[in-house]
Each structure stands twice: as C-alpha cells, then as structure tokens.
C-alpha cells in the first residue's frame, strides 16, 4: 500500500505523492522528444479570439464616447451618461459571476465558451443597430455578461490543456489577444465611421465561434465526467502522438488530480477558504488582479481619447491612443520573449515600479497644468512620453502575470470557485474605478487619478514579490505541492548552539 502525504492543515483533502518511477514504467525505451505541440497554439491562438472580442469591447468607449458626445451623434449623451456606458459592462461582469456559479460545472470548458458567444454576438448587433441610449446599455450590460462567463473559462482552458514547458506562454497569448482586441478597436476608430468601427468588432467574435468550433475539449474535463477513452485521445492530439503509452504517465497525473477534486466537490468553496495553502493562493491572485486594475489600465484604456485631449497635445488623440494601443500588442509579444527566462515574481516588481513611474510622470503634467497653472505648452508631449513607459512596463508583466496565476496555482477542486470569487471583487473594485475616475477628476483634478494609481502599482508589486512563489517551469501538480507543504520552522541560533555544546560535552 502505498504512503500518503497528507497535509496537516487540508482536513477532508489529502495529496497523494506518486513515484515518478510508477507513471513512466509503462513508456520505458521511448525517446524522450516525441510528437509536437502545434494544436496546443491553434487551440490557445482559436480561444483567445474571444479575449480579442473581450479587448475591443473594452476599449470600444475610448473612440465610441467622443462620437457619442459630439454634434454628429445619433444618440447624444451627457459624461454622466458616457461614465455608465463604460461603467455597465462592469456591471454585467458582477453579474457574469454570479451566473457561473450555477453553470461552471455542467457542459465542459469547451461547449460553455462556445454557448457564451452566442449572446455577446447577439449584443454587439445591438450595438451596431442601437438607436437610443437604453440599446446601449443594455447591450454592453450583456458583454459584460458574457465576457466575463468566457475570461473565467479561458484560462482555465489553456492550463488544462497545455504542457508546462509552454503553459507560460500559451497563457500570456490571452493578454496578447485582449491588447490586439485594444489596437483592432482604436484603429477601426481612428480610420472608419462609428457604424463601421461596430460591424468590424463585430466580426471577432463570429470568427472566435467558427473556429474554435473544431477544437478540442479539455482531458480534465473529460476525465471529471469519465471519458477515459476519449480524454486519451484528445491527450494524444494536443500532444501530437500516436502511441498511447507515450501520453499515460500525464493520463495518470491527470486522473489522480480529477480523482481528488471528486472526493472533495461538496467542500469546494469550504476548502478555498478553510485550507491554508488555497488561502495563500487566493491571497496572492488578488494581489496580483487588484494592482492590475488599481494601476488605471481600464480607466485610461476607456478615456484615451478624452485624456489626452485634456492634454491638448498637437497630435490628435485618437491617433495618440492608437499609439499607445500599438506598443500595448508588441510589448505583449516581446513578453513572451522573456517570461519562461526571467520568471514571474521578478517580472511583476519591474513592471510595477516602472508603470508607477510612467503614471508619475502623467500625474506631475497634470499637477502643473491644473494646480500650478503653469504654461505646459511646450511638454505636451510629457502624458504621451508618460503613458508609453507604462504601457510599456504594464504589458511586460503585471498585465499578463494575473492571468497566468489563475491557470497555474490553484488546485482542481478549488480552480472555479477561485476563479469565481476573484473575478466577483475585482468587478466591484473596475465598477468603482471607472466610475470615480471622472469624478476624481472633476473633484480634486487629474493629476490625483493618476497619483493613486501610480502608489497602488508601487506598493502592489513589491507586496506580491515578498509573498508569491516562483511557478515557471512547473507542473501544476508541483505548484500545489509548494503552496500546500508548510515550511520547516527555522531553529535560532541560541538553541543551535546550546545544543552543539551539549552534543560536544556528551562526547567528552
């Protein structure tokens, strides 16, 4: 029979260790570099269309609101009016989380991503066809719906599916799709008319449906509703092989992780919280998400324009936000560059002290523009110079490390629940955030915004330095071996040297 490590404070949840030797004896004289990982890129590259479709809804304010608010609009509105436009897809993603309480667990990965596309293309026609400012609402309302249901799906896809060699960099494809989904929408904004700018977004998501359509599910998944057979073969697609006992030493891991979270699915939210190292999880993935979004990314991603035509900066603002879109997508590919060499806690501390900078820089133009009243016309450029160094800083890490974590640290049993309650708070904190940014604004002036956001960046990203793991090049079994076994208490040092003299006087 063979040893169990349980950990001392899982309570109803044990983690078996099982002997490498046990899961590789059955693919003994087998090369070691076999079959290829060509489906694992079409399936990420095909899923994360949809976090295309996510990133141009997002930024879909920052070109729509100045149409909206001008004389040639179809539908004028108030900045009030223009704030909960941007503001209720937040509102749709509180209540996306809601909803995947009830669904996450029926389905599969695959087929619910599939059904949620369904009425977030159904909103967008509505956004194409809107004719008052209740179409409107109602449609981004249901973006946020259904964008959140596909954003808390997708990584989770891309963790179950891809190997750890490039489980990184498959996951960073999601931050890369939602800043190309930015640029797409500022471009079509910048170079066509508000209706056409719609039908163009629109057709992102009718893309995502037509080709992830053909892909396959998730063998977690699959393993979870007893579907041995097939999750083998789906295992031996994406790993690009044909021969069975290649892929049974990850078969057999796999299982053992579904096994577990069958044992424990009536705890699952219990055991999120009960579980010291699912609480150390759940603390470091909302360090991580609350920087993110308490560093202005989608206030300034929803106000560009409107920013920097407060600057009155001789470039037009739509072309200025286009700019900023543009370094968002290639800072994202250089990322994938050096996420697998430079690690993730690393990363996320120079992201977080160089984005602090460059919102530093925006906040002191501002402050001298506004408070001190002095003449700035001659560093208009100062915001523009300002914003580059943060999206700079901001897509190398701290805009795709979040994302990562959650397909990476949390166990199976408690991957959805996480998933669930982290992206229930931080849509209340983004509903807060875009909706107080004009205010601030108005109330104690720009410069403040951009202050609060830089000190939030600042100490976000030393804080989860100190306190999250290194997780690159780890297989998620390995992960949650690390977060679930306690350290060993270090002995001090008098009690080290009272007993080495009482070893020493013994031998005497």
């Known amino acids: 029979m063979k040893d169990k490590n349980q950990y001392s404070d899982s309570r109803d949840n044990e983690y078996e260790k099982v002997p490498a030797e046990d899961l590789s004896s059955e693919v003994k004289n087998v090369p070691q570099k ?12 095909s899923v994360c269309l949809f976090a295309m479709a996510a990133g141009g809804t997002g930024s ?3 070109p729509a609101l100045p149409h909206l608010k001008s004389n040639n609009s179809e539908i004028p509105i108030t900045d009030v009016e223009g704030a909960w436009i941007a503001a209720l897809m937040e509102v749709g993603i509180f209540t996306g989380n809601i909803v995947f309480l009830f669904i996450y667990s029926f389905l599969g990965r695959k087929n619910w991503i599939l059904m949620i596309s369904i009425p977030y293309i159904i909103a967008w026609l509505m956004i194409v066809f809107a004719k008052n400012i209740i ?17 808390m799906l997708v990584p989770i896809y891309i963790g179950e599916i891809a190997d750890k060699d490039i489980r990184g960099i498959l996951l960073i494809g999601i931050r890369i799709f939602i800043n190309l989904g930015h640029m797409y929408a500022k471009t079509a904004g910048a170079l066509f008319s508000y ?4 039908i163009m ?17 998730s063998p977690y998944y699959l393993l979870l509703q007893n579907q041995r057979e097939k999750a083998l073969k789906t295992l031996m697609m994406l790993k690009g092989v044909k021969i069975p006992e290649i892929v049974d030493s990850d078969l057999k891991r796999i299982d053992k992780s579904v096994k577990e979270n069958q044992e424990n699915r009536k705890w699952k939210f219990r055991q999120l919280f009960a579980v010291k190292g699912n609480r ?20 300034i991603g929803a106000f560009t324009q409107d920013i920097f035509k407060e600057t009155e900066i001789p470039l037009a603002p739509e072309i200025c936000a286009l700019i900023i879109a543009i370094i968002g997508v290639i800072m994202a590919l250089v990322a994938t560059l050096i996420i697998e060499r430079a690690g993730r806690k690393r990363t996320f501390l120079l992201s977080g002290l160089f984005s602090a900078l460059g919102l530093a820089i925006v906040g002191i133009f501002f402050f001298m523009k506004t408070f001190l009243k002095l003449n700035v016309k001659s560093i208009t450029w100062l915001p523009l110079l300002g914003l580059i160094v943060y999206e700079i800083a901001f897509s190398l890490g701290i ?7 959650m397909g990476e640290i949390f166990s199976l049993n408690v991957k959805m629940p996480a998933v669930l309650f982290i992206n229930t708070t931080m849509s209340m904190v983004l509903i807060t955030v875009k909706l107080t940014f004009s205010w601030v604004n108005n109330l104690a002036g720009t410069y403040t915004s951009f202050w609060i956001y830089a000190i939030c960046t600042f100490f976000g990203s030393i804080l989860y330095f100190c306190i999250a793991p290194e997780t690159k090049g780890k297989t998620l079994e390995e992960i949650q071996e690390n977060m679930h076994t306690r350290k060993k208490k270090k002995v001090p040092l008098d009690k080290l040297l009272k007993q080495y003299f009482r070893i020493k006087c013994c031998r005497k």
Not at 34 to 45: C, D, H, I, P
Not at 201 to 217: A, G, R, S
Not at 399 to 405: A, G
């Open 195 to 198: 209706k056409t700018m719609n």
């Open 280 to 299: 150390k999880s759940l603390f470091i993935a909302l360090v991580a998400w609350t920087t993110k979004h308490l560093s202005g990314s989608t206030s």
């Open 399 to 405: 805009s795709y490390i979040p994302f990562i974590l």
């Open 34 to 45: 076999v079959g290829n990982s060509w489906l694992q890129y079409v399936a990420t590259a």
């Open 60 to 62: 879909w304010t920052s």
């Open 201 to 217: 977004i629109l057709i992102i998501p009718i893309l995502f449906f037509t080709i992830f359509f053909f892909m396959p599910e």
């Open 135 to 151: 179409t409107l609402y109602i449609s981004r309302f249901i973006t946020g719906v259904s964008g959140d249901l596909a954003m």
